[in-house]
């Protein structure tokens, strides 16, 4: 199994641009979920999702936008990308209430907004 | 909602040396609680996690962790760490509700010195 598997792997876009980055998974989970990591700032839920076809803000929603169209898939949208949206980007699933509480992270997508 | 502080930003320490880093909770509800490693330029993986039983838990590694609810506390504990144990330690809450969402603190870098 790949587990959970990032593309890309590293992105530099320019201000107002737009881009979208795809999570994958091959564990039949149902949760998955969109963070952020920037120094100091620990990881911040931008979205998740509960299931195929839902999705919920997390902590940071501003400025992004998700879909599920497919289970074991999990994109995130900038429309119009922001110096401020310069971070590493992970997606992590898990289980319905099975493996309470244990994600399982991707590898990160480092993006840069000049 | 649940909040998470990790006392110490960073933590050098000589191989071969005890380690404890500090993690603090705050919750209004019963919580799950985890501490998460990310390796240099990698995803975070679980070290362990309590849910609930005994407040001593083993996680991978050698490293364990006690929970104190009286002192709303989860410090993780190593007694003699390796070069290899460098990285950047996350501590997390999950309320007991299942929304299966987690809090992270802001991280400890933990570094390991010959």
């Known amino acids: 199994n790949a587990g959970v598997t990032q593309t890309p792997k590293f992105r530099v876009l320019k201000t107002g641009q737009s881009m979208t980055l795809l999570c994958a998974q091959d564990m039949n989970h149902e949760y998955m979920y969109w963070y952020r990591q920037d120094p100091g700032m620990g990881l911040r839920l931008i979205h998740y999702?509960?299931?195929?076809?839902?999705?919920a803000k997390g902590e940071v929603p501003d400025g992004y936008n998700v879909s599920r169209l497919k289970k074991q898939n999990f994109l995130l949208g900038l429309e119009s990308a922001a110096p401020s949206q310069t971070s590493v980007y992970f997606c992590?699933?898990?289980?319905?209430?099975?493996?309470?509480?244990?994600?399982?992270f991707g590898p990160g997508t480092r993006l840069t907004v000049l | 909602a649940q909040s998470v502080t990790q006392l110490d930003s960073q933590v050098p320490v000589f191989e071969e040396a005890p380690v404890e880093l500090r993690c603090n909770y705050s919750s209004s509800v019963s919580v799950y609680l985890f501490w998460y490693v990310q390796y240099p330029n990698q995803g975070l993986q679980l070290l362990l996690k309590?849910?609930?039983?005994?407040?001593l838990v083993k996680g991978i590694n050698g490293f364990e962790a006690e929970f104190n609810k009286s002192q709303t506390s989860f410090h993780l504990r190593k007694p003699s760490v390796h070069i290899s144990d460098t990285a950047e330690y996350f501590c997390?809450?999950?309320?007991?509700?299942?929304?299966?969402?987690?809090?992270f603190g802001k991280g400890t870098k933990l570094t390991v010195n010959p």
């Open positions: 999702s509960v299931g195929e076809g839902t999705t």
């Open positions: 992590a699933s898990s289980y319905f209430l099975k493996k309470v509480g244990e994600q399982f």
């Open positions: 309590y849910l609930s039983g005994s407040t």
């Open positions: 997390a809450v999950s309320d007991k509700g299942g929304s299966e969402k987690l809090v």
